[in-house]
C-alpha cells in the first residue's frame, strides 16, 4: 500500500529523510517534522554534537522552528512525528508547547518517556508509535553498530 500525502507515513517518511542527514554528519539518527493544516512547518534532526549542546534534540529543534514559523509559543492544532520515541525532556517539551499530537516511530525502550509515564504529555495530546518502527529503530541500530566498529 502506498500511503496517502497526509497520512502518517508519509510525514514519518520526511523525518526519516532528516534522520538521514543527523546519521550522515555523525549525530545520534532522529528526525522531526511538524505538520500543522497538513503541511510541514518545521523540519529538524540531532545536533548535540554539531551544537555541543544536549538540549539540541530533533524535537526541540523542531519545535523551537515550529513556533518561530507560527509566531506563537503554543503548537495547538499541530502535531510531531519523530522518528524514535521522545525522551523525557522533550516529552515535556511538548506537553508546554500544546501538541496535539505525538507521533513516532521507533520505541526507546531505555529512554522514551513512555518507560516513566505518558502524563509528561499534556493532558490533550493524543500519541502513537509505531509508525513505520522498523525502519526508524534500524538506522538507530545501524548508527551504534557503526560506532562500536
Given at each position: 500500500?502506498?500511503?496517502?500525502?497526509?497520512?502518517d507515513e508519509?510525514y514519518?517518511?520526511e523525518?526519516?529523510?532528516q534522520?538521514q542527514y543527523?546519521?550522515?554528519?555523525?549525530e545520534?539518527?532522529?528526525?522531526?517534522?511538524?505538520?500543522?493544516e497538513?503541511?510541514?512547518i518545521a523540519?529538524a534532526y540531532?545536533?548535540?554534537?554539531?551544537?555541543?549542546?544536549?538540549?539540541?534534540?530533533?524535537?526541540?529543534?523542531?519545535?523551537?522552528?515550529?513556533?518561530?514559523y507560527?509566531g506563537a509559543?503554543?503548537?495547538?492544532k499541530?502535531r510531531?512525528y519523530?522518528?524514535?520515541?521522545?525522551?523525557v525532556?522533550c516529552?515535556?517539551?511538548t506537553y508546554w508547547?500544546?501538541?496535539?499530537?505525538?507521533i513516532?516511530?521507533?520505541y526507546d525502550?531505555?529512554?522514551?518517556?513512555s518507560?516513566?509515564?505518558?502524563?509528561?504529555?499534556?493532558?490533550?495530546?493524543?500519541?502513537?508509535?509505531?509508525?513505520?518502527e522498523?525502519?526508524?529503530?534500524q538506522?538507530?541500530?545501524?548508527?551504534f553498530?557503526k560506532l562500536?566498529?
Amino acid at each position: 500500500m502506498i500511503p496517502g500525502l497526509h497520512s502518517d507515513e508519509a510525514y514519518m517518511k520526511e523525518a526519516l529523510k532528516q534522520a538521514q542527514y543527523a546519521f550522515e554528519e555523525g549525530e545520534v539518527p532522529v528526525g522531526a517534522v511538524i505538520v500543522c493544516e497538513n503541511k510541514i512547518i518545521a523540519r529538524a534532526y540531532n545536533q548535540s554534537e554539531r551544537l555541543n549542546d544536549v538540549t539540541a534534540h530533533a524535537e526541540m529543534l523542531a519545535i523551537t522552528s515550529a513556533a518561530n514559523y507560527l509566531g506563537a509559543k503554543y503548537l495547538a492544532k499541530c502535531r510531531l512525528y519523530v522518528t524514535l520515541e521522545p525522551c523525557v525532556m522533550c516529552a515535556g517539551a511538548t506537553y508546554w508547547s500544546q501538541l496535539d499530537e505525538v507521533i513516532f516511530g521507533a520505541y526507546d525502550e531505555k529512554r522514551g518517556f513512555s518507560q516513566v509515564s505518558e502524563k509528561i504529555l499534556h493532558p490533550k495530546a493524543e500519541w502513537k508509535g509505531g509508525i513505520l518502527e522498523a525502519e526508524c529503530g534500524q538506522l538507530v541500530k545501524d548508527f551504534f553498530a557503526k560506532l562500536r566498529k
